[in-house]
Nanobody, 124 residues
Framework: GHLVESGGGSAQAGGSLRLSCVASGFTSSTYCMGWFRQAPGKNDEGVTV???????KYADSVKGRFTISKDNARNTLYLEMNNLKAEDSGRYYC???????????????????WGKGTQVTVSS
């Protein structure tokens, strides 16, 4: 399997960005899919995940601002980010795993497939 992210860039605080992740080599609708991020000098952080059943989970830091969604027909995962804050800056990675339990926790060890990431920079 292969994951390719796009849509990163620069935004002002309070602005919005939409990330996309195209999956290939597997049927993403049957996988737990999600987004992690890593800021410079920090450990990566689980942002949000969505299961094959459509159930989603968010980190407290992004609840009410970020929305994960998927287009199964296009094998594509999205992350809509609104009301961006400077602390949202970092490299965002699309992740996937066939194990449904991966969606129970925002834990990096649960995900066997990672994209190369896309950079998000929010200026205050």
């Amino acid at each position: 399997g292969h994951l390719v992210e796009s849509g990163g860039g620069s935004a002002q605080a309070g602005g919005s960005l939409r990330l996309s992740c195209v999956a290939s080599g597997f049927t993403s609708s049957t996988y737990c899919m999600g987004w992690f991020r890593q800021a410079p000098g920090k450990n990566d952080e689980g942002v949000t995940v969505v299961g094959s059943d459509g159930r989603d989970k968010y980190a407290d830091s992004v609840k009410g601002r970020f929305t994960i969604s998927k287009d199964n027909a296009r094998n594509t995962l999205y992350l809509e980010m609104n009301n961006l804050k400077a602390e949202d800056s970092g490299r965002y990675y699309c992740v996937a795993d066939p194990w449904a339990g991966a969606c129970l926790l925002l834990h990096r060890g649960n995900f066997g497939l990672w994209g190369k990431g896309t950079q998000v920079t929010v200026s205050s």
